[in-house]
Every structure is written in structure tokens, then in C-alpha cells.
């Protein structure tokens, strides 16, 4: 478990390349060993959706700073009812902004444990040992018609109303959930964002700028990418990376090793010295067979007198003991 209690996280939100506000927002809060981030995407015009988002993050930050609570899901439970009944306050007050919400997706990291709550089509992945998963499930109209058999994930992709959205916070009295737990491991990053960044980086994408760059570099690379792409939306990211397990920068895919000329030569030397060492054998046992040669082998024997045969028994004694 000390293996990996230092993480490193970040957050970091961009109004793209196409919208006149950012409505996103994003955060990490740190206290003791726990570890809050945060991804919220807001919705509903006349800047309406960026209130959204922002009251999102700052009920969950006081939440985190001052409970005492020391069940993560009790947490996160009560800290969703919490900001909803501020978001439906808020409207109250607020009439022009009627029909304002907002995503959420929020990760309580108590190593080794994630304790992930879900609303709405922002996500969160882990990437582990170079593979990719995404943990939560869009609360979309095309999600549904998706496993309802309905679409496939090809017409999904370019669905008109792939961006409907069939649960999000601050729309009904009754806030519904998505609640997951995972066991992390050293090495494992988590990554939460908003659509903005999925929607024009592939999961594939994703996956190398994580493993090609060190945390803080990762996230303004992911958002460069997805502007680059287009950056039609909003773009926001929280990532927390767990030390241990190699290091990002040190981390490539490693390819057979061709077979060179000097792995050949190599060969060509054993045979070389095998041969060699043969034709040495051969020598001596012929010259064993002349009288010379006889009286050298006895010369040699007597040197070691009869120390050769204890040694051998004692050597082959100890083995038998061993087995």
C-alpha cells in the first residue's frame, strides 16, 4: 500500500475553440490521505450552465473540507443530494435560468480504494499496464437506444442526438446516481473529463499522450489534441497518476529484436570455439594411448595423490543429500 500513497493530480479546463463561455469545470482537493476530483460540464444557456458547474464544484469542496465522514460512499452520496437542493434553490431564485444543470463525475481516491459517483456524459477511465477501460456509462438517449438494441455503436458515434442527456443534476427533486468502487494498483492513472475531450480524442488517442507524458504535460496535451481536432466544445480534465511501476517517461512498446549480423558472428564464434575444444579432446586421448602419454597421465595422478576420488565421493554424497 506505501507504494503508492504519493499520487499526483491535476485539473484543467479550456472553453475550446468554437463557444463564446466555458460552462466546464474541474477541480482536485487534497485532505489527509483522501483525494477529491471533480468534472462537471454545465448546461443551459444565458450563462446559466456555467453557474451550474462552478456550484457544483464549490458545495462539493466545502463538503469535503469540513465533514468528518469517514465513509466514501456515505460521502459522495449526501454530497450529490446536497448540491442538487442548492441547484434547484438556486433556480428558484434565479428564474432565467430555468432548466440550467449540469454532468458530474466525481472520484474520492482512499488508496487502495476509487469511489467513483456518476451523472450524466462526462467520464472517467483508467488506464492500467498500457490498456485502456472506462468505468462509467453516459446517461444519453443514444446509450440507451444502444442497449436497447436499437442503434449500433457506429450510428451511435454520429447519432444528431448523441449529446441528449437523460439524467443530470439540478433537473428533478430526486437525484439519481451511478455508483462504482475499484481496487487501484501503483502505476494506475485515473482520468475524468468532460465530453468535450472524448468527443474529438479516440480512446486510443487518450491512451498514448497518458503513457508518453509525465502528469502535469499529459492534461495540456490532451487538451491540445482535442482542440486541434476541432475543439467544439468545451474541454475539461482532472487526472490523478499513482506512483509506482515504471516510470511514465520510461514507458515504450517493446519489438522483437531483428536478428543482426553480430548475433551471427557470435554463433559463428561457439561453433569456432567448440571445434577447437574437440580437436584438443581428440589430441589427448591419442596421446594417452602412447607410452609418453601414459607416463605423463600417471605423472599428473600422483601430483593429487588420492584426493580426486574423496573429493568425488564428497561431491557426489552431498548432492544425493540435497535431493
Known sequence: ASMAKRIQAFSLTDIGRERKNNQDACAVF?????????????????KCG????????????KKFEDTEDSNPK????QGVEETNRRLRAYVTSHPECRG?????????IQYPRLHLLHVGDSRAYLLREGAIRRLTEDHTLVQRMLKEGLLTVEE???????????????????QRFDYTRVELRPGDRVLLCSDGLYDEVSEEGIRSILLKYEPKEAIRRLIDAANAAGGRDNISVSLAVL????????????????ETPVSKERYL???????CLGALIAGAWGLSRTPTGKRAQKYILSLFSGDILSTGKGASATRVKKQ
Not at 456555467?50 to 469542496?61: H, K, M, W
Not at 564464434?269 to 571445434?275: D, G, P, T
Open 30 to 46: 487534497k485532505k489527509r490521505d483522501l483525494l477529491l476530483l471533480i468534472v462537471a460540464d454545465g448546461v443551459g444557456g444565458n
Open 50 to 61: 456555467d453557474i451550474a458547474s462552478r456550484l457544483t464544484v464549490e458545495t462539493l469542496q
Open 74 to 77: 456515505h460521502f459522495l452520496a
Open 100 to 108: 440550467m444543470a449540469t454532468t458530474l463525475t466525481a472520484a474520492l
Open 156 to 174: 451511435a458515434k454520429f447519432h444528431p442526438k448523441r449529446h441528449v442527456i437523460v439524467n443530470a443534476m439540478g433537473v428533478s427533486d430526486n
Open 243 to 258: 506512483e509506482g511501476g515504471c516510470l511514465l517517461s520510461d514507458t515504450k512498446r517493446l519489438e522483437p529484436v531483428p
Open 269 to 275: 564464434k561457439w561453433v569456432i570455439v567448440a571445434l
